[in-house]
C-alpha cells in the first residue's frame, strides 16, 4: 500500500471515480483549469474534459441545484463547495430537495448526489474559512454525513459516497489535508457509512470524536498511558448515521466518556452522542458525561491567540482526560 496524505488520497479517489464510470462528473468554483484551491482536481480537465469537470459561477445554490437535477436524470455528480462557510445558500437545496428526494416521491426517485467540502480551523481562515458545519445538517433524516480523518478512510468513505443512491455531505478538515499521512488501499476500496473506528483502544476511560480531533485526541492518549492512564479513542467517522453500538459499547467497556469536537458546544454532534450515552448506558457508568468542544461564539477569529482560544488542542483534551480520569 502506499502512503499519502489525505489530500492525495482524495484527489486519487475522485480521479480513479472519472475514469470508472462515465456518469461520475465533478463541478463548482475553480476545480477546472486551475485544479480547486488546493489543487485536488489538477489537471483533472485536460484528461476528462470540460463537460466532465465543470467550473462553475459563485453560486453555491446553483450548484447543488444542478447537481440534484443530473443526479435525478441518472447522472453521479460530486458537487464541491469551495469551503464549507460558503454552504448556506444551498442550504435549502440541499435540506428542501435533495434529502428528501426518495421520500417525496415514494422512492420513485433517488439522489446519488456527493457534496464534498473543506471544513474547519488551524489554518489561519479566520471567520469565513473556519467553520464546522455538521450540526446545521445531522438533524436531517435523508442526508448522511461522513467526516473522515485518515487518507485511507477519506478514499474509502468517498468510494462508498459516490456508489450511494443517496446524497452525502463529504466532510473534509483542512487542517489533515497535507498534515496527516498513511497508507491508502489500492483499487475501488471501500469502507461501509455508519461504522465507527477504534482510533486507540483502551480500557480507563474513551474519548468519542471525529476528523482533526481524531490525532489530537490520540496524541494526548498517548501521554496519559505514560501515567498509567489508558484512553480508548473512538472516530464515529460517519456522523449520520451514527455507530450507536460502538459508542454504547465503549461507554460501557470504559465507564467514562469525554466527547471532543471543534464545533460549537451547544446543540453540537456531542449533545446527540451523550444521549445516546445516557439512554443505553447511564447505570454502566462511573463518572458524568464530559464534553469538549468549540465555545459558543459565533466564528472563530484570524488572531493566532484566537484560533488557538477557540479549537480543542492536544493539551486541553489531555487536561480533560486527566480531570475525568480522577472523578
Keep these: 500500500m502506499a502512503v499519502k496524505n489525505l489530500l492525495e488520497a482524495v484527489r486519487e479517489t475522485l480521479h480513479d471515480a472519472l475514469a470508472r464510470d462515465e ?16 489543487l485536488i482536481t489538477k489537471d483533472f480537465v485536460e484528461e476528462f474534459g470540460h463537460d466532465r469537470v465543470l467550473d462553475t459561477p459563485l453560486a453555491e445554490a446553483s450548484i447543488v441545484g444542478v447537481a440534484i437535477g443530473a443526479a435525478m436524470a441518472g447522472m453521479r455528480p460530486i458537487a464541491e463547495i469551495q469551503f464549507a462557510d460558503f454552504i448556506y445558500p444551498a442550504y435549502n437545496q440541499i435540506v428542501g430537495e435533495a434529502a428528501k428526494m426518495r421520500y417525496r416521491t415514494a422512492g420513485g426517485n433517488t439522489c446519488p448526489l456527493v457534496i464534498r467540502t473543506p471544513y474547519g480551523g488551524g489554518v489561519g481562515g479566520a471567520l469565513s474559512h473556519s467553520v464546522s458545519i455538521e450540526a446545521l445538517f445531522y438533524h436531517v433524516p435523508g442526508l448522511k454525513i461522513l467526516a473522515p480523518s485518515t487518507p485511507a478512510d477519506a478514499k474509502g468513505l468517498l468510494n ?31 469502507i461501509p457509512m455508519g461504522k465507527a473506528d477504534i ?4 480500557s480507563d476511560l474513551s474519548v468519542i470524536t ?3 480531533m481524531r490525532h489530537f485526541a490520540t496524541q494526548a492518549a498517548d501521554e496519559l498511558f505514560k501515567d498509567g492512564i489508558d484512553v480508548e479513542v473512538v472516530d464515529l467517522r460517519s456522523i449520520r448515521p451514527m455507530d450507536r453500538e ?21 446543540g453540537g454532534v456531542g449533545a446527540e452522542i451523550a444521549a445516546i450515552i445516557a439512554e443505553e448506558a447511564m447505570f454502566e457508568l462511573d463518572a458524568p458525561i464530559r464534553r469538549l468542544c468549540g465555545p459558543d461564539v459565533p466564528a472563530m477569529g484570524y488572531s493566532k491567540a484566537y484560533e ?20
Design 210 to 212: 471525529y476528523g482533526l
Design 308 to 327: 488557538e482560544a477557540f479549537m480543542p488542542s492536544p493539551e486541553r483534551i489531555a487536561a480533560a482526560m486527566r480531570d475525568l480520569a480522577a472523578f
Design 246 to 266: 460502538t459508542i454504547v459499547k465503549s461507554a460501557t467497556k470504559t465507564r467514562r466518556v469525554l466527547i471532543v469536537h471543534e464545533d460549537n458546544k451547544f
Design 23 to 38: 456518469r461520475v462528473f465533478i463541478m463548482g468554483e475553480d476545480v477546472g483549469p486551475r485544479g480547486n484551491v488546493f
Design 160 to 190: 462508498s459516497a459516490i456508489a450511494d443512491d443517496d446524497p452525502v455531505l463529504f466532510l473534509e478538515h483542512k487542517k489533515t489535508y497535507r498534515l496527516i499521512k498513511g497508507e491508502v488501499p489500492p483499487g475501488e476500496y471501500k
Design 199 to 202: 482510533a486507540r483502544p483502551g
